[in-house]
């Protein structure tokens, strides 16, 4: 528990710069959206221009913003309460922590830590003397994540029919090729704890890494998002005055 909440707060710090971005750049797109997009438009209006795509698609969206913004923040608030309700149930926080496995950068963290917790917790388990059925029971309740708890407890029904731990972890399709063939060689020798430990403290070592390079690797994404709209808004607001200029030459 300790470790996981580490974890999460080292994701959280390094989440909390590009989360302000986005919370900036979303405040100034309402602004750009409810102020300055009508204000070029009465300019446009006078000159009665032909405006580019760009101009008229951003002035469509301002139009529908200002009348319509009560409604959207009334669809925005009931979503939210929804959404937050699906995860809260039993099909929705299945599909949620499956969901959170395929997430670009955010996923692999949290796949690899995981894969440390069930590594570590299976290993302890298994090393105190719990039976192997039951210890399963106890690893997939605390994993923290439902959808690998359910893959564990498809592991446990094939395992109780007399087939093999790796066999099952391989039939899940959830663990990676490591784990399948660490969990081989401690069947092989009769010390599955030890080899666990192993890749406990491989996945820990790899979290780790992960977790320092996320601000790196989430840069290039963001930049790329800010490059889009800003490229989008100076398209629409310049282009028509940039022809404006010309026509007037």
Do not use: C
Not at 138 to 148: D, L, R, S
Not at 166 to 193: D, H, Y
């Amino acid at each position: 528990l300790e470790r996981e909440k580490e974890t999460q707060s080292r994701i959280k710090s390094a989440l909390r710069y590009p989360s302000m971005v986005i919370i900036a750049i979303a405040i100034a797109m309402g602004i750009v959206n409810i102020y300055v997009i009508p204000a070029f438009k009465g300019v446009f209006d006078k000159i009665n221009a032909e405006l580019p795509w760009q101009t008229q698609l951003l002035i469509n969206v301002s139009d529908f913003s200002v009348v319509y913004w009560p409604h959207i923040m009334g669809v925005i608030i009931v979503l939210w309460f929804a959404a937050k309700y699906y995860v809260n149930s039993t099909a929705g926080r299945l599909h949620w922590d499956e969901t959170l496995l395929k997430i670009p950068i955010i996923g692999k963290i949290i796949s690899q830590a995981t894969m440390e917790r069930f590594s570590r917790a299976f290993a302890m388990i298994l090393s105190s003397g719990v039976p192997l059925i039951a210890g399963i029971n106890i690893v997939a309740g605390a994993v923290g994540n439902t959808f690998v708890g359910s893959k564990l407890q498809q592991m446990r029904l094939g395992i109780e029919k007399g087939d093999s731990i790796s066999r099952m972890a391989t039939s899940t399709q959830l663990f990676p090729a490591l784990v399948i063939q660490m969990i081989m060689v401690g069947e092989e020798t009769g010390n599955i704890s030890e080899m666990l430990l192993e890749v406990a403290d491989y996945y820990e070592a790899e979290v780790d890494a992960e977790v320092k390079n996320l601000s790196v690797a989430i840069e290039p994404i963001l930049l790329a998002v800010i490059g889009a709209m800003v490229l989008i808004l100076a398209l629409g607001i310049f282009l028509p005055m940039w022809n404006l200029s010309s026509a007037m030459k």
